[in-house]
């Protein structure tokens, strides 16, 4: 990976792009998770590469589901894997939710490597290798285990694909995503979609999460069920809205 000095103004996001290269060199993300990146970069900067209000609120609510879940599963794929493994493994042990890899461009070794790279940050067993159920996909995310994202109730799928969210939605499960593009099929689709950088949305959640352990579970309850989707992501629009209007009279002087 190249130095990046770490008082560069782009710090944050240059080490993130450094990270999605690196995957791409080790084999763990594909050469299609750069564009990816790339798109949520662009949008990171319309909201001002923050947590918002609206993302923050929607983090409560995940951390919320993920808490109250009978059997929630955190899916990765190549990005999520380069990125964040650390942060995912924090958010999965506090949440005592499984981790499995699922993946569009999928090949087993890169099942295998992504499944290592976990492991090598902590998690003691990741799904994903062995898939023995199906979702009625025709691209190889329908590939699913049984135990893992097929019988989950609460699903976190960061950097979804819109197909799968709307096929996991369909089967009646909490599906949550960390998309920073509000317009995407994904956060559209979604039961809680959090409009942020996935680096800042896991920290987040594994912070909040930790607070709201000690909580009552009826408070837990009364966060989801008073948490309206709609409302998040049109705020997170206005909230892209408000940050131009600012940029923009800033350069008006
Ligand atoms: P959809 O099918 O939902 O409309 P898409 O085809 O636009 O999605 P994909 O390329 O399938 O998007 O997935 C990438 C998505 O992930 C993009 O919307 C991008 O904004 C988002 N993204 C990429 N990197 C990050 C990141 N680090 N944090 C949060 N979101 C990210
Ligand atoms: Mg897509």
Do not use: W
């Not at 060199?25 to 909201?47: N, P």
């Not at 609206?54 to 894997?81: F, H, M």
């Not at 490597?113 to 025709?138: F, H, R, T, Y």
């Amino acid at each position: 990976m190249t130095d990046i000095p770490q008082d560069h103004p782009r710090y944050e996001s240059l080490l993130a792009r450094e990270k999605v290269a690196a995957g791409v060199k080790m084999g763990i993300t594909s050469i299609q998770g750069l564009i990816a990146q790339g798109r949520g970069e662009s949008f990171d900067y319309l909201i001002g590469e923050r947590s918002t209000e609206s993302a923050l609120n929607a983090e409560r609510a995940a951390a919320a589901a993920l808490l109250l879940a009978k059997n929630p599963v955190i899916s990765v794929n190549g990005n999520v894997a380069a990125l964040a493994p650390e942060k995912v493994v924090s958010l999965a042990d506090i949440t005592d939710a499984k981790i499995e890899v699922n993946l569009f461009h999928r090949t087993e070794t890169r099942v295998h490597l992504i499944i290592e790279q976990l492991k090598a940050n902590g998690a003691s067993e990741v799904l994903g290798k062995n898939p023995d159920a199906s979702l009625e996909l025709s691209h190889a995310r329908r590939l699913v285990e049984s135990r893992g994202i097929y019988s989950a109730d609460v699903v976190l799928v960061p950097l979804e694909d819109g197909d799968r969210c709307e096929k996991l939605v369909e089967m009646g499960k909490t599906v949550i995503t960390i998309d920073l593009n509000p317009l995407s099929r994904t956060s559209r689709t979604a039961t809680i979609s959090i409009v942020d950088n996935l680096t800042r949305a896991l920290e987040n959640m594994t912070e909040l999460a930790r607070e709201m352990k000690k909580e009552r579970k009826e408070e837990l309850v009364k966060l989801i069920t008073t948490y309206e989707n709609k409302k998040a992501l049109s705020g997170a629009i206005s909230e892209i809205q408000e940050h131009l209007k600012t940029l923009s009279a800033e350069i008006e002087y």
